[in-house]
């Protein structure tokens, strides 16, 4: 009696995120101004990748990585749909690249504590960014407000969600 070899869905789902890393691994070491905000593999096989780059993303950009991933895969073993989308100015910021590309234009800064802050960003590295806003406030000596401008040093673990004001 011969035991026949079946593979469950969870490998097939490991086994073509695996790949698709892999080649997008390859596609980006080509075009290094380019990095991935997110990959998603759906149960259907969908694929949804996301892109940025430090010079914006190009039609071509999503194109050419779409069809190098397309053409690397075997729809004969897992059928399966891909979509390659540049991150758009609405959505969250995710990666510290994506701050260090936008220094000097306005968030909108949501923390964790439940408050958000508005402001120019200011500076960014690896391990957090710098936002200045100006803001009114009492005079330390007598009647009436002045405007101040503050700056404030934040952690990337203290951000909920960071969008960019257009």
């Known amino acids: 009696m011969q035991i026949k070899e079946t593979k469950s869905p969870l490998f097939f789902y490991m086994s073509l995120r695996l790949k698709v890393e892999n080649l997008l691994s390859e596609i980006l070491d080509e075009n290094p101004s380019l ?15 996301v892109l940025d780059g ?21 729809r004969d073993d897992k059928d399966f749909s891909i979509e390659v989308t540049s991150s758009g100015v609405g959505n969250p910021l995710k990666n510290s690249r994506q701050f260090l590309k ?11 504590n439940g408050s958000s802050i508005q402001g120019l960003l200011d500076a960014a590295d ?11 406030e009492p005079k330390p000596i007598g009647k009436g407000k ?21």
């Open 35 to 49: 990095f991935l905000i997110e990959l998603k593999i759906g149960v259907d096989n969908s694929i949804n990748i």
């Open 54 to 74: 430090d010079n914006g993303v190009t039609l071509n950009d999503c194109i050419k990585t779409s069809r190098f991933i397309e053409h690397q895969l075997d």
């Open 102 to 112: 936008n220094i000097g234009r306005k968030l909108k800064v949501e923390l964790l």
């Open 126 to 136: 690896d391990f957090g960014f710098t936002l200045k806003w100006k803001q009114r």
């Open 146 to 166: 002045r405007t101040v401008e503050k700056k404030e040093k934040l952690s990337y673990d203290e951000v909920v969600k960071t969008i960019v004001l257009v």
